[in-house]
């Protein structure tokens, strides 16, 4: 009888973690860059909020993805950000190093901080027109963001 327990339990976790959210450069879970808003809001199942003003860059979030945080420009979906590191398409975790990042993606390029003299972006484009940005410090991923070009290489985000 236990390994019928185990084996219901071992099944529970291998069918969440098929439902697991990952960032990359197309997209963070039912939510793909390029999508209107109203496309995104129907996959989710859910509205986002708060609600972007017509023509506007906005800053918006769907409670089902508490972590991350996603641009709008002209109504459609550009970017996605998360003040940690989430689950992402390249594998990089918060306990590796700059060096290790860069061991496992060669063809990554590394820019200067703007406001952080000991951190760096670790940019790995995906083509000419997006990409996954992480954010380092003190020699770590802290921060991740991904999307379409030009707006995932805003630094400040919609200002």
């Known amino acids: 009888m236990p390994s019928r327990f185990l084996l219901a339990a071992i099944l529970l976790g291998a069918s969440c973690a098929a439902f697991a959210q990952t960032l990359s450069p197309d997209g963070y879970g039912k939510v793909r860059f390029g999508d209107r808003l109203a496309t995104a809001e129907k996959r989710v199942g859910q509205r986002a909020t708060p609600r972007p003003r ?12 508490p972590r991350v945080s996603f641009m709008v420009e002209q109504g459609r979906i550009v970017r996605a950000d998360a003040k940690t590191i989430v689950r992402n398409s390249a594998g990089v975790t918060s306990a590796m190093q700059v060096e290790e990042v860069l061991r496992h993606h060669p063809h990554a390029r590394v820019e200067p901080h703007k406001y952080e003299a000991d951190g760096k972006y670790i940019v790995l484009r995906k083509g000419t027109s997006k990409a996954l940005i992480f954010e380092t410090s003190k020699n770590k991923p802290k921060r991740v963001r991904a999307g379409l070009k030009p707006a995932v290489d805003y ?4 200002s």
Do not use: H, L, P, S
Not at 54 to 65: D, L, M, N, P, Q
Not at 155 to 158: A, D, P, S, T, Y
């Open 54 to 65: 017509t023509g506007e860059c906005a800053i918006v979030r769907f409670k089902r993805y």
């Open 155 to 158: 630094v400040e985000g919609c």
